[in-house]
């Protein structure tokens, strides 16, 4: 089959490690929200099995699974018309994996960004769960036959992988069973940068607590560090080119678009010429009216683990509707018995 007979489907997945932040929110949980009544099926995944990668411990792993459903129906996204799921409940994706990890070639893994960077200067001592998981990530995104990612700039380099192993499985077997992806990247804030350099990326990593918005943030700690974020001495320009070699100012700007769903050249229509002491007040309330409730949601599900459990669960149901005959049709092209 051609691509265009593939059925028009999303799938996204975020790691669970903990402490979602603003850059979590405005590049992928709001777009999901705002994607999801386009009449298009979605999948959101809270990818376990690539947490595992790292170190991680237990307990801490089950409660930010959690949390992060929890940011996830906090920030919009009604797990009645979206599918959400825990990676390790739906075990196609695992199964999938394998055989992705027979098609794919060890100087392709070796050649991600990701892998020499987790890996560091002792790669033989790195897990060999981390050196394959982008063969785990395309089987993500292909169980589903998803036809859709949306991605950041940084996970474009894994998709075009997928996109890679699946041109790949389809011309071994002589088959055109697997759709070729296509990325999904849009928005003004799909990259959020932190309040302290807006040079690195916001990170839950970042010692400086100061550097990101965290979702479990109050009103007054939202409020407190925009007031406090970095900026430089000159006033906001009128043109999107006066924010070159601009960093700070082009994040706060950056965020301020994509909290009240404008254009960055909108933002800067209504408030070029103006000083930070007058923009930040306005980007703080803007940022307290969008995710103090969303703080306040959370807290409220995460008070109730059991039913984020029936929520994930209902969802494996759901996604193995899909997975099961997907995987079982592989099977046959490969020729597994069974």
């Known amino acids: 089959m051609s691509d265009s007979q593939f059925t028009p489907r999303v799938f996204s997945g975020i790691q669970p490690s903990g402490d979602l932040h603003l850059g979590n929110y405005l590049g992928a949980l709001k777009r999901f929200a705002d994607a999801q009544d386009k009449g298009v099926q979605s999948i959101y995944c809270m990818v376990d099995l690539h947490a595992i990668t790292m170190p991680q411990k237990p ?15 906090a920030s919009g996204i009604d797990p009645q018309k979206s599918i959400l799921i825990n ?80 041109a790949k499985f389809n011309h071994d077997y002589g088959v055109d069973f697997f759709p070729i992806t296509e990325p999904v990247i849009e928005g003004a804030a799909t990259r959020v940068m932190s309040l302290r350099d807006g040079s690195k990326k916001m990170s839950k990593s970042d010692p400086s607590d100061a550097s990101r918005i965290n979702l479990t943030d109050n009103a007054d700690i939202i409020a407190k560090k925009f007031r406090k974020a970095k900026t430089d001495p000159d006033a906001l320009p009128s ?11 082009r994040n706060l700007v950056n965020i301020y678009a994509g909290l009240n769903d404008q254009s960055v050249e909108e933002v800067l229509r209504e408030v070029g010429g103006q000083q930070f002491g007058a923009f930040k007040p306005l980007l703080a309330d803007l940022a307290v009216a ?35 005959p997907i995987l079982k049709k592989t099977y046959e092209i490969v020729g597994m018995v069974g």
């Open 290 to 324: 969008k995710l103090a409730p969303i703080s306040t949601e959370m807290a409220r599900l995460m008070d109730d683990p059991a039913e984020i459990d029936r929520i994930l669960a209902h969802g494996a149901g759901q996604a193995r509707e899909i997975t099961a």
């Open 59 to 73: 307990e801490d792993l089950k409660r930010s699974t959690r949390e992060l459903c929890a940011g996830f129906i």
């Open 87 to 166: 990676q390790s409940q739906v075990p196609e994706h695992a199964q999938l994996a394998w055989v992705f990890n027979c098609v794919a070639r060890m100087g392709w893994m070796g050649r991600m960004t990701q892998w020499k960077d987790k890996s560091g200067k002792n790669a033989e001592a790195a897990s060999l769960g981390l050196f394959a998981y982008p063969a785990l990530m395309a089987a993500d995104i292909l169980i589903y036959h998803a036809t859709h990612v949306p991605v950041g700039e940084d996970q474009k380099q894994h998709l075009e992988l997928t996109r890679d192993i699946a």
């Open 239 to 249: 043109e999107v080119e006066g924010l070159n070699n601009r960093p700070e100012a």
